[in-house]
């Protein structure tokens, strides 16, 4: 399976996608990480991995539409597959979610459809809930709206800050990302409607 990660940050999703592809051999190729943002910590994993870059600044075209023009060229250019957004802080547009349908992911660290949007861990602590957790869903049009396809729950403890709850969370979605990518890789899942079904092993 031929992926791409878009990064706008950290990186640390995109490392723990690195690692596994490789420690649970997840039949699957990063072709390329691209970030929005020159100075993602993303960026520098790449290249500390070996795994080809490209910073494109969206500030640098005219139009959102002509910087995600460029963005589909290099993913036909390279066959892409699969993208993979992983902190990448940008809506896509209707005309690039539907250039791939059904082939772009993302993870969120709530449950959805609690806490879509930006802070979901603090909005969480904020609502006093006692579980939350992370999710991995397709992206459709919407924001964060997609068909779920894993999700992972974490406790939250009453005196958890949003820094805490946000650590915790993210152990898990170390966890579920890869694992997804690696059904997806294995041609394991089946979407219907909104439900996406895990086949099972023949
Ligand atoms: C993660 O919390 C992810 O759920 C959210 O953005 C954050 C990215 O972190 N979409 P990192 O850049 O992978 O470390």
Not at 61 to 74: C, D, H, I, P, R
Not at 139 to 160: F, L, R, S
Not at 179 to 188: R, Y
Request: aromatic share 8%.
């Amino acid at each position: 399976l031929k992926i791409a990660v878009f990064a706008s940050g950290r990186g640390s999703n995109f490392q723990a996608i690195i690692d596994q592809i490789k420690r649970a051999k997840i039949p699957a190729e990063i072709k390329f990480l691209l970030s929005d943002q020159k100075n993602a910590g993303a960026l520098k994993k790449a290249e500390k991995e070996g795994i080809n870059s490209t910073f494109i600044d969206p500030a640098q075209f005219e139009t959102e539409l002509a910087y995600e023009k460029k963005l589909v060229s290099l993913l036909k250019e390279a066959q892409v597959e699969l993208i993979v957004l992983a902190g990448y802080m940008r809506i896509l547009s209707p005309f690039f979610v539907k250039k791939f349908k059904k082939q772009i992911i993302n993870i969120h660290p709530s449950l959805l459809p609690a806490f879509k949007g930006l802070a979901a861990q603090k909005q969480a602590v904020d609502y006093g809930v006692k579980y939350s957790g992370c999710t991995v869903h397709y992206v459709d049009q919407g924001m964060d709206t997609g068909p779920i396809i894993k999700q992972a729950v974490v406790k939250v403890k009453p005196e958890d800050s949003a820094a805490d709850l946000a650590a915790r969370i993210l152990k898990k979605e170390h966890q579920i990302y890869p694992e997804v990518i690696k059904l997806i890789a294995e041609s394991k899942l089946k979407i219907e409607g909104r439900k996406v079904k895990i086949l099972k092993e023949e």
